[in-house]
């Protein structure tokens, strides 16, 4: 792997940079491998023991994270149905710091509104859904259309409602004056931190790249600042080397706005470094031959500035009717605590004490997800959607169909496969007590309703 020795030549002064160090790493072709589950999911634990019993893989607990594992080696996760089950992320270790740098700034045990600013393909958005208390929620926001796919589709695997995926420009939520307790910026960048994982991505590189993202990334930054309360917390990360997009940020934060730079606390086991920089801001920065896990940099804000809070103005609710919700209550656990829109033909579960924000919102920003959809209303009844069958709100005691891993594969690669069942209608698709989506039951044989863009391709 041969590194850009201008990057190289930039990082000379950088906290923690050792040159031998970087480029042995870089040589070696080790892979870290990780994963994060899904704690709201109550069927975590089968998830896990799977590994546990994988002749090929063992866990060890990440160690800043309290859901993060490495695995010995790459798994095939396409042809593992608790992935397409929202059982688990594969996500990178060293972003996994997010927890901390948010539980140690934020009171998470508070309900908040939170606004991830760039979050295809939802890594940091899922982790934020792990940890915030279900009484708050969460604005996932691609800019990139083409990105929102994806974004929604990890979302709705996770599967809990108090959520919102919505496309617009960062500059869009300039109007939702202090509307949010705590913003994450997980910026685009010039991405040299991934180099190890991605060795493709260093022909991408150039020092020209570097000053774009990091113009583009005050952009973001000065674009989000006024929807962000007075006292909240801004967590900015990159997986960039480069203090054009680290540290000097930090430093034009600090010039630019009223903000307070916060101190993380690092075990010393965990081999993370933190810079202070020249206007007395911390950033944390993860170098892989120190800690397992990718190059990656955090650092985390106090807004110190007095700051207006938008009135939320509604001119037409899109609420369903009395009778539409009754028939949606009939697949749900509870219906304590939510309540039901409607976009178009589509119902949605949202949690009740957001409704008027959400409401709100649909009218403010391009929401492109609400919440759990639930299906369409048809003749009295639900036409269930995909997402109901992977939430954690689906009633327990609906008709289920153990299937064993190849008929789970057949299911996820949208086959029709013959089962013997006496039962009729939806079903869910189970695989050791997940589900995995709906089928419906026409005496020998199935239906198969796995969205079809989804599927997996891989023989
Ligand atoms: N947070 C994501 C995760 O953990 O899965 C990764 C985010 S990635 C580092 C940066 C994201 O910013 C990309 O999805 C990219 O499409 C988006 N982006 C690109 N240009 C942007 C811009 N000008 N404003 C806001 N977001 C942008």
Redesign the pocket.
Known sequence: MSLPPSLISSLNNTNGFNKEAFETVHASGEQVVSIRVNPLKPYISTSLDVWQEHPSTSLRAVPWSSSGYYLSERPSFTLDPFFHAGTYYVQEAS?MFLEQALKQTADLSKTLMVL??????????TLLQSIISKESLLVSN???QT?VQILKENIIKWGSSNVLVTNN??RDFSKLEGLFDVLVI????SGSGLFRKDPEAIKEWSEENVQLCSQ?QQ??LADAWSCLKEDGVLIYST?SYSTEEDEEILDWMKEKFKVEGLRLKIEQEWGIDEAQTSTGMYGYRFWPYKVKGEGFFIAAFRKKEETDIVRLKIKHTQLATKQEATVAANWLQSIDGLSFIKQGQHIAAVPIQWNETIQYLMQELKVRYAGVELGTIAKNDLLPEHALAVSTILKTDALKVDLDLNQALDYLRKNDFNISSEQKGWALAMYNNVPLGWMKLLGNRINNYYPKEWRILMR
Do not use: L, Q, Y
Request: proline share 12%.
């Open positions: 972003s991830d600013v760039c979050a295809a393909p939802g890594g940091k958005s691609e800019v990139i990105r420009d960062p997980d910026a685009p960048c583009r952009r973001i997986c």
